[in-house]
């Protein structure tokens, strides 16, 4: 078979070329631009320690603010801390004020181009405000919480409570039915909710314990403290599904119809099929009139 190409000039070739990006316009720009970019990568925090008391001296002539966060971190970027106390000033006489001490406390938030996860773990921990420098607002042998979220698939949440709690002095047994509430008299209560989970389509929270605080010992003003410590959260967002791959072209097909597809199949014709016919029926008469001539001289 002879097949011929046709080449277009290379000064013909770069005009087309020059055309069809400035008809592109911005939507060629946008692409280019797009193939770059990094887009929503997800996110995920952690935090061991988060405290937001009110702590009134000397029957509220003095009002200190006490906000203390542990080992808080943030990722897109993968991320841990690993402190073990956290101390306040300003509250004890001018001295540094022990306000968690613990044997390990770790918090780290990682996130991939597919997954966003963070989590946390406290244990050996004891808790301490204002008022009460000898008697923990809190000791505990460990909790943990880990929050995941993948792109794609549902989030989860989880958190768990390890061995004993002891709330102002006294062991407690927290269940994740419902709030759990202490009260010592002469010291104040505390009200404790366990495994607080929450997930939706993309995100995803995990919280240990959270403990609702109201101290007044003795009913004195001395230090009165009033305000919620939150203890071993994990939060996370999902990166965006990838997009769905479009399904491909449909085949080029003959442009006759299906009728027509028919009757070429059933008779093994073509397109060439009438020039065909009528150059057999010139060669035939053209062969008839040769034999007549010879005949004829014959």
């Known amino acids: 078979?002879?097949?011929?190409?046709?080449?277009?000039?290379?000064?013909?070739?770069?005009?087309?070329?020059?055309?069809?990006?400035?008809?592109?316009?911005?939507?060629?720009?946008?692409?280019?631009?797009?193939?770059?970019?990094?887009?929503?990568?997800?996110?995920?925090?952690?935090?061991?320690?988060?405290?937001?008391?009110?702590?009134?001296?000397?029957?509220?002539?003095?009002?200190?603010?006490?906000?203390?966060?542990?080992?808080?971190?943030?990722?897109?970027?993968?991320?841990?801390?690993?402190?073990?106390?956290?101390?306040?000033?300003?509250?004890?006489?001018?001295?540094?004020?022990?306000?968690?001490?613990?044997?390990?406390?770790?918090?780290?938030?990682?996130?991939?181009?597919?997954?966003?996860?963070?989590?946390?773990?406290?244990?050996?921990?004891?808790?301490?405000?204002?008022?009460?420098?000898?008697?923990?607002?809190?000791?505990?042998?460990?909790?943990?919480?880990?929050?995941?979220?993948?792109?794609?698939?549902?989030?989860?949440?989880?958190?768990?409570?390890?061995?004993?709690?002891?709330v102002l002095g006294k062991k407690v047994t927290v269940t994740a039915g419902g709030p759990t509430d202490v009260k010592v008299p002469g010291v104040g209560e505390v009200r404790l909710d366990l495994s607080k989970n929450v997930t939706t389509s993309r995100t995803a929270a995990a919280t240990a314990l959270e403990l609702t605080v109201s101290v007044d010992p003795l009913k004195l003003g001395v230090a009165q403290v009033e305000g919620t410590v939150t203890l071993a959260e994990a939060t996370c967002e999902a990166p965006p599904a990838p997009a769905a791959p479009e399904p491909p072209a449909d085949d080029v097909k003959p442009q006759g119809g299906p009728a027509e597809e028919a009757g070429l199949a059933e008779t093994g014709g073509s397109s060439v099929t009438p020039y065909l016919t009528a150059g057999a029926l010139t060669l035939l008469v053209a062969g008839a009139g040769a034999v007549a001539v010879a005949r004829r001289r014959g």
């Open 1 to 166: 078979m002879n097949s011929t190409n046709f080449r277009m000039p290379a000064r013909r070739l770069a005009a087309v070329a020059a055309a069809g990006v400035l008809a592109a316009g911005p939507a060629a720009l946008a692409g280019a631009g797009a193939a770059h970019a990094t887009g929503d990568q997800g996110r995920a925090s952690a935090v061991v320690l988060r405290t937001g008391l009110d702590v009134s001296l000397l029957h509220k002539s003095v009002d200190v603010p006490l906000a203390v966060t542990l080992n808080e971190v943030q990722a897109p970027r993968s991320a841990r801390q690993t402190t073990l106390t956290a101390t306040l000033d300003g509250v004890d006489g001018g001295r540094p004020f022990s306000v968690l001490a613990a044997e390990a406390a770790d918090a780290g938030a990682t996130v991939t181009d597919g997954k966003a996860e963070a989590s946390t773990r406290l244990t050996h921990a004891r808790l301490h405000v204002p008022g009460l420098p000898l008697l923990s607002l809190i000791e505990l042998e460990g909790v943990t919480s880990r929050a995941t979220c993948e792109a794609g698939r549902t989030p989860t949440a989880s958190s768990n409570l390890l061995g004993a709690v002891t």
